[in-house]
């Protein structure tokens, strides 16, 4: 038997400690927040996704109350982006959540499985790791790819 560990390392920040064009992408997923339908759990999330063409494509989560016909805002963004802009290529990904208290979260939002399994293959198409920047109130948290937050990722397609 084989034992391996899965690490995925992070890195935090502070908003003054980004770098202007990270700042910029933090800002588009949080002004996002203010676009989502979700009136039943209250709790809107926003994405944007920096393209290579300069783009920056925003998303939110749009509920429905035939559960689970809504979709997620990383889904929302990436599925937008790639319909509007088939040929550009993934940069980054900034993510951002507002509670049911209407605040941005003080902890960062992770998108879920189905929204890193799609990331991931726009990663993929890529051909370059896509870094994800979660936004929380006071902090952002930086991965290095879609990838290190799936690592048993169905690739085999």
Do not use: W
Not at 1 to 23: G, N
Not at 43 to 58: H, K, P, Q, R, Y
Not at 77 to 87: G, I, L, Q, T, V
Not at 106 to 124: D, F, I
């Amino acid at each position: 038997m084989k034992t391996t560990d899965i690490i995925c390392r992070t890195e935090t920040y502070t908003y003054a400690e980004l770098s202007e064009p990270v700042r910029l992408l933090v800002d588009m997923a949080k002004k996002a927040t203010e676009r989502a339908y979700a009136p039943y759990s209250r709790f809107s999330v926003g994405a944007a996704i920096a393209l290579d063409n300069g783009e920056i494509v925003t998303g939110s989560n749009q509920e429905n109350v035939a559960y689970p016909s809504g979709l997620c805002a990383e889904r929302t963004a990436c599925f937008y982006a790639h319909s509007r802009f088939p040929e550009a290529r993934f940069e980054a990904v900034a993510i951002a959540a507002r509670g049911t208290d209407g605040k941005f979260t003080s902890e960062p939002t992770a998108p879920c499985g189905a929204c890193r399994q799609a990331l991931l293959e726009y990663e993929m198409l890529a051909g370059h790791d896509v870094r994800i920047y979660l936004a929380a109130a006071d902090k952002v948290v930086a991965l290095p790819s879609v990838k290190s937050t799936l690592p048993l990722a169905f690739t085999d397609f």
